[in-house]
């Protein structure tokens, strides 16, 4: 753990092993939060992914809202019926988002392409 010293004007100089693992330029934007007596900083950038959750209806999990869009959770192809074809149906999905399609070795994942 690194510490850092508030001046008299309320700055604080953020170490460099700090900056570089958040990948902080300057100029970037840093949200203030205060929770119990500590201080949390949150880049601009990392904030957009702020942790709201959800309940998976297929597999009972946790997931994030921003991870349940981004994988389609609500548009699972219907051969999805269990958790084993959650992650099969999610990366359809995603490869159909992006005009692509998924080859795999699974001959039971309809609509992809079966290497043999």
Known sequence: ???????????VVLPSLVRNQLRLAPGTKLF??????????????????????????????RVTKASADLLGADRLPGYALGAKQVT?????????????????????????CLIS
């Not at 709201?52 to 209806?57: C, H, N, R, V």
């Open 1 to 11: 753990m690194t510490t850092t010293t508030v001046s008299s004007e309320g700055k």
């Open 32 to 61: 203030c939060e205060i929770r119990g007596d500590s201080v949390i900083l949150t880049p601009e950038h990392l904030r957009r992914s702020v942790r709201e959750y959800t309940i998976d209806s297929l597999t009972g999990l």
């Open 88 to 112: 099969d149906g999610h990366l359809l999905e995603l490869a159909k988002a992006a005009s692509m399609q998924l080859a795999t070795l699974d001959k039971g994942i309809p609509g992809a």
